[in-house]
């Protein structure tokens, strides 16, 4: 099977400017979440998707917002960018129910100038 | 609240050392616990996992053992290669809030030749 795709790999923007992330997950996976890296904050999760519905969210402002499509594909937006949001975004999707286990995708590198 | 703390970095070896990389969480109930690696440009991969007290994880070398008595999962290996050179996460995942992995900050493994 493919893993986890990622897209762009690397993305470049300016302060003010809106930025959409997407994610393809494993064929026949159907939740995806969305993490957030930064040297200074680390590991944070975003939110998750599970068919088309929001199931969780972590703790960040309203200008990050995603959603996912019929075919588990996911998107992230960004909008009004921060240079702080300057980061690497991971996705990381997983089958379904409790206890499985989540695979990552190798993540966009977004800077924000 | 839930959160796991690992050593600080960045942890320096020769090859063939034996490694061990301290994990402790704190939790409510019974969460599946996680290492995960990432190599230098890439996301996260899943190393190991145990989902219960007691259980050991086991991958390319590399064990941990799900102690709830101390609330540990430390990852260890007995003889480390220069391949080896990562960072190491350790994480959490509560059954209550499945998709939401928490991460600890990270350890940054260097193996000189």
């Known amino acids: 099977k493919a893993g986890v795709t990622q897209t762009p790999r690397y993305l470049i923007k300016t302060r003010g400017q809106q930025v959409t992330l997407s994610c393809s997950p494993i064929?026949?996976?159907?939740?995806v979440s969305w993490y957030q890296q930064t040297p200074g904050q680390g590991l944070q999760f975003l939110f998750e998707y599970f068919s088309e519905t929001q199931r969780n969210k972590g703790n960040f402002p309203g200008r990050f917002s995603g959603r996912q499509f019929s075919n588990s594909r996911s998107e992230m937006n960004v909008s009004t960018l921060e240079l702080g949001d300057s980061a690497l975004y991971l996705c990381a999707s997983s089958s379904q129910g409790v206890l499985e286990t989540q695979y990552f995708g190798p993540g966009t590198r977004l800077l924000v100038l | 609240g839930n959160s796991v703390t690992q050593m600080e970095g960045p942890v320096t070896l020769s090859e063939e050392a034996f490694l061990t990389i301290n994990c402790t969480y704190t939790?409510?109930?019974?969460?599946?616990l996680f290492w995960y690696v990432q190599y230098p440009g890439e996301g996260l991969q899943l190393l190991l996992k145990?989902?219960?007290?007691?259980d050991k994880g086991s991958n390319k070398g590399f064990e941990a053992t799900y102690r709830k008595e101390t609330t540990s999962f430390h990852l260890e290996k007995g003889s480390v290669q220069v391949s080896d050179s990562a960072v190491y996460f350790c994480?959490?995942?509560?059954?209550?809030?499945?998709?939401?992995?928490?991460f600890g900050s990270g350890t940054r493994l260097s193996i000189r030749p």
């Open positions: 994480a959490l995942r509560r059954e209550s809030s499945a998709s939401k992995i928490i």
């Open positions: 939790a409510t109930g019974y969460p599946s």
């Open positions: 145990a989902t219960k007290a007691d």
């Open positions: 064929s026949g996976h159907r939740s």
